[in-house]
Each structure stands twice: as structure tokens, then as C-alpha cells.
């Protein structure tokens, strides 16, 4: 590994973000989970949650390409962390939930405050709500949106103002909306200004991806 190579992946793991992370329940097009993983891989996410379809996955089809198919292969096996070739699944810690119930607890015990994305009659516009704190911005599927369940566990709904004709965005467009505004109030407060991880954290990532 080139010097040059070692000081760009400290500087990414420096702004890694532990406590900001996404739950997808049940948002099963690889090319929808790949953009929104590599929406997190730039807004500094370092770990990402999903609640797998329960007809399990579709057949992935081929100009989906490698980096989704690889990705939602290991998401399914139930590795915690995705070994694939896909670029943005690769610098981060992926973690399979069997169920949105199971999904929540893990977050919960972990500190985590979840704002569902849904456009429900209690939501508030996503920048109103504070994601400085430990936050999981939980996605829903394709065509169904946020389950019931896990409209009534989240702590708020957010949504993105719809002007138009259609009455939602795709959900990773709707994902980089949101956390972009997360990433522009957790710029305001400094948490990228110094590593997030714990030392030993840290050491063991790059060692990971030094081989990535
Ligand atoms: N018919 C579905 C519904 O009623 O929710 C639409 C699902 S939408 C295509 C997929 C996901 O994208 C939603 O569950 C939500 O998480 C997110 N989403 C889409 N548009 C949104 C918006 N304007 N505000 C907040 N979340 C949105």
C-alpha cells in the first residue's frame, strides 16, 4: 500500500460517523440498496442495518451488476460485514435484522433515536428534527413503504415536502436527501472534525480495509 493510499483511508475513517446509521426494511432493488449505500459511504455512515424481504430476495438481475448482486448476497448469508467487490459496500459494516421487532431492539439497546421516512399525517419536515444525537434513518420498501410496526416504534416521521404531481421519491433519493441534512448539522456541530471511533475501533478497520 502506497503512503498516499494509507493517509486517503485514514482521512475517510476519520470522519466515519458510529452513530448515524439507516435502516432499510425490506428495500429489496439492488440498484436502490446500492445507491443508498454508497449515499452513506459519502455522507460518512459506517454501518448500515436492513430488514430482508420475507419471500426473501428477487433473483438479481445481471445489469444490476456486480456491486449490488455481491452486496445483497452477503447482506442475506448474514455476514456483519460485506466482503464484496462493490465499491461503497466495501468501507462499510453491513448487519442483517430477521425482522423489523429484532431491528429495533438491537438499536435501541445501542442508543439509537429512529426517524422513520414516511410520509405519514404526524410527520414533520426532515430539517426540523435533530440528527446530531445518535440517529437511524429508517427507509421503507419499494412499493409498501414503512411498515406499520415500525411507524409506531419510530421516535418522529420525517418527510421531504412533495410540490409535485407524484406522491413519493424513490427511496434513495428520498435516503440522500435525508442524510445529507444530516451530514450539513453534524458539519455545523464538529463531528467531523476529529476521529469518532475509538482507537482500537479505528486500528482494526484500517487494518480491514488496508486489505480491502
Ligand atoms: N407507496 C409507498 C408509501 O405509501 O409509503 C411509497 C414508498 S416510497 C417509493 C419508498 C420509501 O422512500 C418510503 O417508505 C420512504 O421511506 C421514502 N420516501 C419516499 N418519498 C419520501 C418523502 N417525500 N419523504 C420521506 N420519505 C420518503
Known sequence: MTPE???????????????LTVLLEQVHKPHNFSAI???????????AHAVLPSKGLPPLPEAEG???????SAIGSGKTYSESSGSAAKWMFLQA???????FKHLR?????IYAAHLSETAVDYRTVDYTAPTCVLLGAEKWGV??????GADAHVAIPMLGMVQSLNVSVAAAVILFEAQRQRLQAGLYDQPRLSPERYQAILETWSQA
Open 5 to 19: 493510499r494509507l493517509q486517503r483511508l485514514r482521512t475517510v475513517l476519520d470522519r466515519r460517523q458510529p452513530d
Open 37 to 47: 449505500l454508497r449515499t452513506c459511504d459519502a455522507v460518512g455512515v459506517l454501518e
Open 66 to 72: 456486480e456491486a449490488a448482486g455481491s452486496l445483497l
Open 97 to 103: 435484522h430477521p425482522d423489523t421487532a429484532s431491528a
Open 109 to 113: 439497546a445501542r442508543g439509537f433515536q
Open 147 to 152: 411498515s406499520a410496526e415500525a411507524a409506531e
